[in-house]
Every structure is written in C-alpha cells, then in structure tokens.
C-alpha cells in the first residue's frame, strides 16, 4: 500500500513526499480512510507508530473541503494535546503536511506569553493545537470561539487523564457544538479510557494496531540491580565507560532530574533536566541542543517527555522506575521507533523490586538482569553525600582506561566525615 491509494488529495501527497515517506505505517492506513470517513473514531496505537500523520492528514483533508467563503476563519478543528511538546509536535505535522494548501493553524499552550496567541487566534485560523489549561484561559478570555468546530482530536488521551485533566476536558467539551467528529487516540485502552470513549464517540471505527500495553519489539531491555546510593555513580560509569551519547534519563520527581542533571554535568557529562517547573524556553532549548548533541544527557520527568519526537533515539534509562507498569511501556517507546532499534535500561534499587515485578507481569516475562565487572563505587556514594563536587574522571578512572581510583578529598574540600556531618544536621528537611 502507498499514500497514493489512501484517497488523499494531491497537495498532502505532495507534502508527504517531500518528507521522504511513501508508505503509511498500519496506524496510518487504518485511521486515514477511517476519518476521510467521517465519522467516529477510537484508535489504540503506541508512540513512535505516525499517528499523528494518522490523523493530521485527513483532517487537513476534510478541512479543505468544507472551506468556509470570504476571509472568515472560524476555529473548525481542535487537536487537544497533554504537554507542551506534544502540541508543539502537532502544529509542526501540521506545518509541514498542511504546507501546499490555504490553511492556518496555531499551537496554544502555558508557560509563554499568551498575547502572540491572541493575536494569531484573531487573524482566524483553521486548525488550533491546543493544552486543555491554556485553551480554557483563552475560552475565559473571549479570544477564542469554539463553536464552529467540526472536528475534535484527543490525542494521547490516557496520557491526559493520568494528568488529571478529565475536569478540563469535560469544560472543553461544553464550549462546542454536538455535532462534530470526534477522534480519540491513547496508547493504552485503560477502563477510565473506555468510559471516556462511551461519552464521547458515537458508533466508532476502532482500531488498535499494536498489542495491549505491548513494548517496542525492537527494543533490548535490561535491568541492573544497585543501591539508590550507588546508582549517579553507576549512571556516570556506564555512560562513560559504554561512551553513550544521546541518552533519555527518566527519574520519578523534578528534583531528582535537576540533582541527577547536575551531578552528570559535574561528571564531565554534558546534561539538562526537563519538567514542569522549567519554563517553555528551558525546555525547547534543551531539547534541541539533546538533538543536536550538545548534550549528551536528557534528564525528564514523564509529564515532560511524554509526546518528545526523537529520531533514532539510541538509549532510554530508568534511574527510578514508575509507580504505574504501563508508564515504563510509554517510557521504553521513545526508541525503537520506526523500526530502528533501540535499548532500554532500568536501574532497580531494593526498595523498587516490587514495581519491577509490576511491570514483568504487564510484559508476561522477566526483564534479564545484566552482571557489571569493573564498577566499583566511589568514596562519594558510600556515604549520603553523594552530590558533592567531584569529576567522573577521578571517581571511575577505570571509564577511561585509567583503572579503577577512588575519589580522594582534595585540598580545600571538605572530607567525607565532615560532609556528612553537616548533611546530617542541616539537610534533613531536605531529604524528607
């Protein structure tokens, strides 16, 4: 099958080729007839399968056919979007297929100046990407009109819902007309996405393209058991010692990305730490110089990564596993994609081995354990004062043919004792 005999008009064709693509993944040749369609649709497809294109295309499609005359651009297709990123990765699908035909479209979401917003959604646009926070900002506002819409994109819907946003959505939901097309996708068909779809869709196609909770086949998964205080130190070795670049580090919390992000810089390791308290131009900075490795190490949290576009993303690293199984099936996805391969590591502490077992009885194996020779923790990691200043040079000299060294203290810096000394009368709410 090619794009050719999906029924798409010559402008998107001509868009899609100049991506380089020239046939459509299963998701794609499923879901474009499907919406070119019309009606209703309920897709389950994981990330890295080009669902967006799955559902960019033929909505650019059906917006061309029901072009509105004169210069009036009523807001008529709404794309709903958890994140940040995963907006902005819409508009630019958008953008780039969208390219050869009369259309506008705009991406709205917090953290940045909402007056270049108001003042797109005001020339008119065709088709608004939007967070649902931000959407209701403007819906508050009076700048944006939702009641021509004619089609309604929930994309990454399980994702919204483990973010809370099923209030914001209901509210959405009220602003537009009750006769629309409505499509939802999610990685997962949960019973909290089944219920949502019930309320929702109206007699819809279903589509599911890949297995339940089902990870990237193409990705090689391993565990490494350590200590929570050896594991910066394990982090640092392996990136170094393997010479990893382009590495996606999950941690569970925003201040374990940023205190993770900062050993590895201390390390020698070129690092950034994306979450939600990091503004919009944090995160679209550091992002961009993790493509372009000017950064060797993306340190996230899963609200923050989840919707990240990363060609041939090598590595994926779980420095603290999540609390929900089917959160590590979104995690691992970010490689593997589009068949290349991928691999992803887990560093599993004690206390975290009952979410491991989670997750292996989601897969229905077990996750093989990989024996390290060489790692020898340093003097740093052996007490709580793990984040002291020191090099990854002078802790695993080994990393760089150099053999194994510990960290000694140098001059001026405070010894181990001292450190934990002062840890332990002035850093203990901190911990907490």
């Known amino acids: 099958m090619t794009f050719d005999s999906l029924g798409?008009?010559?402008?998107?064709?001509?868009?899609?080729?100049?991506?380089?693509?020239?046939?459509?993944?299963?998701?794609?040749?499923?879901?474009?007839?499907?919406?070119?369609?019309?009606?209703?649709?309920?897709?389950?497809?994981?990330?890295?399968?080009g669902k967006t294109a799955g559902f960019t295309l033929p909505v650019l499609q059906r917006l061309c056919e029901t072009a509105p005359a004169g210069n009036f651009r009523p807001v008529r297709?709404?794309?709903?979007?958890?994140?940040?990123?995963?907006?902005?990765?819409?508009?630019?699908?958008?953008?780039?297929?969208?390219?050869?035909?009369?259309?506008?479209?705009?991406?709205?979401?917090g953290g940045v100046n909402i007056n270049p917003q108001i003042n797109a959604l005001r020339r008119g646009v065709d088709i608004?990407?939007?967070?649902?926070?931000?959407?209701?900002?403007?819906?508050?506002?009076?700048?944006?009109?939702?009641?021509?819409?004619?089609?309604?994109?929930?994309?990454?819907?399980?994702r919204m819902l483990d973010m809370g946003f099923i209030h914001d959505i209901k509210r959405v939901l009220k602003l537009l007309p009750a006769k629309r097309q409505n499509l939802l996708f999610s990685a997962t068909f949960a019973d909290d996405i089944k219920r949502l779809a019930d309320r929702l869709l109206n007699n819809p196609a279903m589509i599911e393209v890949a297995r339940r909770s089902a990870?990237?086949?193409?990705?090689?998964?391993?565990?490494?058991?350590?200590?929570?205080?050896?594991?910066?130190?394990l982090l640092s070795w392996l990136i170094g010692q393997r010479n990893l670049h382009q590495v996606l580090v999950f941690t569970r919390t925003k201040h374990g990305a940023n205190r993770l992000a900062?050993?590895?810089?201390?390390?020698?390791?070129?690092?950034?730490?994306?979450?939600?308290?990091?503004?919009?131009?944090?995160?679209?900075?550091?992002?961009a110089d993790f493509k372009t490795n000017k950064i060797r190490v993306l340190v996230a949290t899963d609200i923050a990564a989840r919707g990240l576009d990363i060609s041939g993303l090598p590595q994926v690293v779980n420095f603290d596993l999540p609390n929900v199984p089917e959160d590590y099936v979104h995690r691992i996805g970010r490689t593997g994609r589009a068949g290349a391969s991928g691999q992803a590591?887990?560093?599993v502490s004690p206390d975290q081995k009952p979410l491991l077992r989670g997750i292996e009885k989601l897969l229905g194996r077990n996750i093989p354990a990989e024996n390290l020779s060489g790692f020898t923790p340093a003097q740093a990691d052996l007490d709580t004062a793990s984040d002291r200043p020191h090099h990854a040079a002078r802790a695993y000299g080994h990393a760089r043919g150099?053999?194994?060294?510990?960290?000694?203290?140098?001059?001026?810096?405070?010894?181990?004792?001292?450190?934990?000394?002062?840890?332990?009368?002035?850093?203990?709410?901190?911990?907490?």
């Not at 474009?32 to 009606?39: F, K, S």
């Open 128 to 158: 608004l990407i939007a967070t649902p926070g931000r959407l209701l900002d403007h819906a508050g506002q009076g700048t944006v009109d939702l009641s021509r819409i004619e089609i309604l994109v929930l994309d990454e819907a399980d």
């Open 215 to 233: 990870p990237a086949e193409a990705v090689e998964q391993s565990v490494i058991h350590a200590p929570q205080t050896h594991k910066s130190s």
């Open 77 to 109: 297709a709404l794309v709903l979007a958890p994140t940040r990123e995963l907006a902005a990765q819409v508009g630019d699908s958008v953008a780039r297929y969208g390219k050869y035909l009369p259309l506008r479209s705009a991406v709205v979401y």
């Open 262 to 287: 900062e050993r590895l810089n201390r390390d020698g390791l070129p690092s950034a730490a994306i979450h939600g308290n990091k503004s919009q131009g944090a995160r679209t900075r550091a992002l």
């Open 8 to 49: 798409l008009r010559a402008e998107l064709l001509r868009a899609v080729r100049d991506t380089g693509y020239s046939t459509p993944t299963p998701i794609q040749a499923q879901a474009i007839p499907a919406v070119l369609g019309g009606g209703d649709l309920l897709a389950g497809a994981q990330t890295g399968t």
């Open 402 to 432: 150099q053999g194994q060294q510990q960290n000694k203290p140098r001059s001026g810096q405070a010894r181990p004792g001292g450190q934990q000394r002062r840890r332990r009368s002035g850093g203990r709410q901190q911990a907490r």
């Open 345 to 347: 590591l887990s560093i």
